[in-house]
DNA sequence: CTGTTAGCGCCTTCAA
DNA sequence: TTGAAGGCGCTAACAG
């Protein structure tokens, strides 16, 4: 505000230059029916001259809307690039489905151990009224006092891939559990009878719907459990080879892996070929998110694809809706993942079959 | 606004609360010195029994702020991977730096092509007042036009990652040149004498840059130049593997390609394997972004490091300096890239050595 | 269909 | 150090 070096043009001077009064003006730009051909006419000549552009802010002050929506994504620390792989197609589809509208995209990032933080975020979001809605992007748990002071503001908002229990609605997710009953639906029918879990973090949401995926299939088919083929790794590619390392080292081995994500499942691959077995001949391998990393693996992995881009165009299209229809709730909603069949799954060695 | 179910606390609560006059209360939110201790105990205590939180439209209008800083990407369409693995390192970074302060972050993205759409958004934002600051993130050249509204307007603005000749200012950079330079002497010294180049778009800003350097290099060092050994790929592994196996096809062999990014060095390697030679015993490989490709690749890959982190952060400490000092001038940075030696680079078979 | 005017909620100058 | 009051630029009732 130092230096008035550019004058900015206000409504008042166009409605001079048009010789209307303001308030006609306000009613040309907001396309309101009651402006006379005429005056529109010499009001949009008026502009185009001036090149008037409307300070957002004072619009928003006297509308009393913000015309924001923000994005809050909440993360593990240190990020973990396959979280990354997650997120970005998310964001470019929700700016995607915005653009067209008057809305901008607000970005923030707090880390999930900062509970407090998150709580004091939402809490100042609500109030300070400078968004009009928000989607919670989040993989972990979110507490439920948070949830709690967002549905008692009037803030619309929506949980993007992220579940919670005292709440029936405001949620779009997809089905890690139906996918992980296929893929083991899929190893089942290839003949695979023993199958081993490197899943990721024991405490996330997605992760723990594959585990029990993994095991009520495990009793749905009447396969042997065998809890040293359960582990957790860290989500990295390291992290799986680690554990796979363990499971090599078992005396009673598994003839197929199934994997939490697609790192932990080249971390996977990693340990069984430096030891020198083969994949799928020796062991089959499936991944989870249908990242880059699953196309160039050798072989390519077998894999699930979660459908982000709709998940994203859900989300902001009903966060819109509620936003116009403030009475409205969002149901919830989960969406289904595909899985993608490559070259790590193959029938069991004959020794093993049933 | 419909449905005033939750009244929203003012300024003149609090001053009413606090028995003192509403400039008072502004005084002591805004931190001016001159608020009696008395005074000062009393609001707070005010502040704290409604849970006030002054209304950020309000406060910018009245500033004259918005209290906004903006981060433009401009990038390719459909984007690749690799750029996103580019972006949200960077998104990450200048959040992080804006966390702490006032500021909120918004995003928007568009395409290159639609020069027109770019122009019009630019001069929008410039008008509209949205946003105190600017930070565009683009790998192609950007509109001398668009750079001069930039210019004329007071708003400031930081180009990262892009270069712009009709600025002396206003830009971080890192330094593909000297990246690519040092990867050649490297494999010089390793004793390759015939080095090919997969690149990437040819009209891409850092492309362009590590072609000139790998020409430049060629002659520094007293190389052959071949044609024949220069590719454009579309960044993507397929792309990569294409060319190489067009180079396979060739009579006359490299010793060591050169690739544009990681993804594509993916691919030649691919294409190598597949041809059944050995890297780097036939062939040594080089990539650039130091992804995650690059360290899941068999053999892992040696490749450039770009210091994403410090050019975010550079960008984003730079533009809140000068949107603080309007008078200042942001200087053109460039940053440097660190090579990183994995295993896909290794001495030539002998019989290609000098 | 149009002009007038009182807000939107806060900041900041001016006097006291 | 404080209160009063006039903006910030736009919208939306209201009266005509």
Same mark, same amino acid.
């Given at each position: 505000?130092?230096?008035?070096?550019?004058?900015?043009?206000?409504?008042?001077d166009?409605?001079?230059?048009?010789?209307?009064?303001?308030?006609?003006?306000?009613? &040309?730009?907001?396309?309101?029916?009651?402006?006379?051909?005429?005056?529109?006419?010499?009001?949009?000549n008026?502009?185009?001259?001036?090149?008037?552009?409307?300070n957002?802010?004072?619009?928003?002050?006297a509308k009393?809307?913000?015309?924001?929506?923000?994005? &809050?994504?909440?993360? #593990?620390?240190?990020?973990?690039?396959?979280?990354?792989?997650?997120?970005?197609p998310? @964001?470019?589809?929700?700016?995607?489905?915005?653009?067209?509208?008057?809305?901008?995209?607000?970005?923030?990032?707090?880390?999930?151990?900062?509970?407090? #933080?998150?709580?004091?975020?939402i809490?100042?979001?609500?109030?300070?009224?400078?968004?009009?809605?928000? @989607?919670?992007?989040?993989?972990?748990?979110?507490?439920?006092?948070?949830?709690?002071?967002? +549905?008692k503001?009037?803030?619309p /908002?929506?949980?993007?891939?992220?579940?919670?229990?005292?709440?029936?609605?405001?949620?779009?997710?997809?089905?890690?559990?139906?996918?992980?009953? #296929?893929? +083991?639906?899929?190893?089942?029918?290839?003949?695979?009878?023993?199958?081993?879990?490197?899943?990721? /973090?024991?405490?996330?949401?997605?992760?723990?719907?594959?585990?029990?995926?993994?095991?009520?299939?495990?009793?749905?088919?009447g396969?042997?459990?065998?809890?040293?083929?359960?582990?957790?790794?860290?989500?990295?590619?390291?992290?799986?080879?680690?554990? +796979?390392?363990?499971?090599?080292?078992?005396?009673?081995?598994?003839?197929?892996?199934?994997?939490?994500?697609?790192?932990?499942?080249?971390?996977? +691959?990693?340990?069984?070929?430096?030891?020198?077995?083969?994949?799928?001949?020796? &062991?089959?391998?499936?991944?989870?998110?249908?990242?880059?990393?699953?196309?160039?693996?050798?072989?390519?992995?077998?894999?699930?694809?979660?459908?982000?881009?709709?998940?994203?165009?859900?989300?902001?299209?009903?966060?819109?809706?509620?936003?116009?229809?403030?009475?409205?709730?969002?149901?919830?909603?989960?969406?289904?993942?595909?899985?993608?069949?490559r070259?790590?799954?193959g029938?069991?060695?004959? #020794?093993y079959?049933?």
């Amino acid at each position: 505000m130092i230096g008035i070096s550019k004058y900015n043009i206000k409504l008042r001077d166009v409605a001079k230059l048009a010789d209307v009064s303001v308030g006609t003006v306000s009613r &040309y730009i907001n396309k309101h029916p009651s402006v006379s051909k005429k005056n529109a006419a010499k009001i949009q000549n008026a502009i185009e001259q001036l090149g008037y552009i409307p300070n957002l802010m004072a619009r928003n002050l006297a509308k009393g809307v913000s015309n924001n929506l923000l994005l &809050y994504i909440l993360q #593990e620390k240190p990020i973990l690039e396959s979280t990354w792989l997650y997120e970005l197609p998310i @964001i470019q589809s929700i700016y995607e489905y915005i653009r067209p509208t008057n809305y901008s995209l607000q970005l923030a990032m707090d880390y999930l151990e900062d509970k407090l #933080e998150i709580g004091r975020f939402i809490n100042e979001y609500v109030n300070s009224k400078r968004v009009d809605g928000m @989607i919670i992007l989040s993989t972990f748990e979110i507490d439920d006092a948070t949830i709690l002071t967002l +549905m008692k503001s009037e803030l619309p /908002f929506i949980l993007l891939g992220n579940q919670t229990n005292i709440l029936a609605a405001n949620q779009i997710l997809f089905d890690n559990y139906h996918a992980i009953n #296929e893929v +083991m639906d899929y190893l089942y029918q290839l003949g695979h009878r023993r199958i081993a879990l490197i899943n990721g /973090f024991a405490h996330q949401q997605h992760m723990i719907q594959r585990a029990s995926a993994y095991c009520d299939s495990l009793k749905r088919l009447g396969l042997d459990t065998c809890d040293e083929w359960v582990k957790n790794a860290n989500h990295t590619v390291d992290g799986g080879c680690k554990c +796979m390392n363990e499971i090599l080292d078992l005396k009673k081995q598994p003839t197929a892996v199934v994997c939490g994500n697609d790192d932990m499942a080249i971390g996977a +691959m990693k340990a069984i070929k430096d030891r020198g077995f083969s994949i799928p001949g020796d &062991y089959s391998i499936t991944g989870f998110d249908d990242s880059i990393l699953s196309r160039i693996a050798e072989p390519d992995l077998t894999t699930v694809k979660i459908p982000l881009e709709a998940l994203a165009n859900t989300a902001i299209e009903k966060l819109i809706e509620s936003m116009n229809h403030p009475d409205m709730t969002i149901p919830k909603k989960v969406l289904a993942c595909t899985m993608v069949v490559r070259s790590s799954t193959g029938r069991p060695k004959p #020794e093993y079959e049933l």
